[in-house]
């Protein structure tokens, strides 16, 4: 039979969409069952009104997720205490799209472009944080455009970085440039200063919006501070 950790380890690589960071770690999966070939997972949100589709997105990923794991012939994933919860409940269990739950509030049937605007942004926050550690280290803007991927030492910085470069298709191999636009293309050396500065001010967003969330989290479910998550 399938463990809990075997099930917390496929949802830890479920992440929010705005917030680029895993489920398991906003504390967002609440109940946590498991009986024979079947897995039933809660999920709960910071605030009622949070955007629906990032809410069906997280809902529908952790439902990949956890069908992925071998001896996992059913998973049910319930969102709880949303505005949208009895829809969201509901087209998954019909097996409908986001358009077919909610028809008319996106253009296509898979939220394929919504997946990449945040990857894109998730990209060019992780590309700051190796950058700016590449930076503690005596790294000038100058070297940085001269880089390779094979140049970066080891980090957990450059893991998540080369995790988002791959999730966009772009070239991960240790000759590749290692700063490059969100399209793949090597940032000159002129323009390296321009392009962190505004990769800070999304890296920034992205936190800023993550420590919001739990704050909102924690009041919202009493959750003290230090607190880790019981499912």
């Known amino acids: 039979m399938t463990s809990r950790a075997e099930v917390l380890d496929a949802l830890s690589g479920v ?4 917030l680029d960071e895993p489920i398991t ?8 069952r498991i009986e024979g070939d079947s897995v039933d997972v809660r999920l709960r949100l910071p605030t009622y ?11 529908a990923d952790a439902r990949e997720a956890v069908l992925s794991l071998p001896g996992v012939l059913r998973a049910k994933v319930v969102l ?9 409940n509901g087209g998954m269990d019909d097996g409908r799209s986001f358009e077919g739950t909610f028809p008319g509030e996106t253009a296509g049937d898979d939220l394929d472009e919504l997946r990449s605007v945040f990857r894109r942004k998730s990209f060019v926050s992780r590309q ?84 919001i969330c739990r704050g909102l989290l924690a009041t919202r479910y009493g959750i003290k501070e230090g607190e880790e998550a019981t499912v």
């Open 15 to 18: 992440r929010d969409p705005e």
């Open 25 to 32: 770690e906003l504390d967002f999966v609440s109940e946590l």
């Open 128 to 211: 700051e944080q190796l950058c700016r550690r590449l930076r503690t280290d005596g790294r000038s803007p100058e070297e940085l455009a001269a880089m390779r991927l094979g140049d970066a030492p080891p980090s957990l910085e450059l893991d998540k970085y080369l995790e988002r470069r791959a999730e966009l298709g772009l070239d991960i191999s240790e000759g590749a440039p290692l700063i490059v636009d969100p399209d793949g293309n090597a940032v000159p050396e002129e323009a390296v200063v321009q392009h962190l500065r505004f990769a800070r001010t999304v890296r920034v967003s992205i936190e800023g919006n993550a420590s």
């Open 49 to 59: 009104f949070c955007a629906p589709n990032f809410a069906y997105l997280m809902v």
């Open 80 to 88: 709880d205490d949303h505005y949208a919860s009895k829809e969201i």
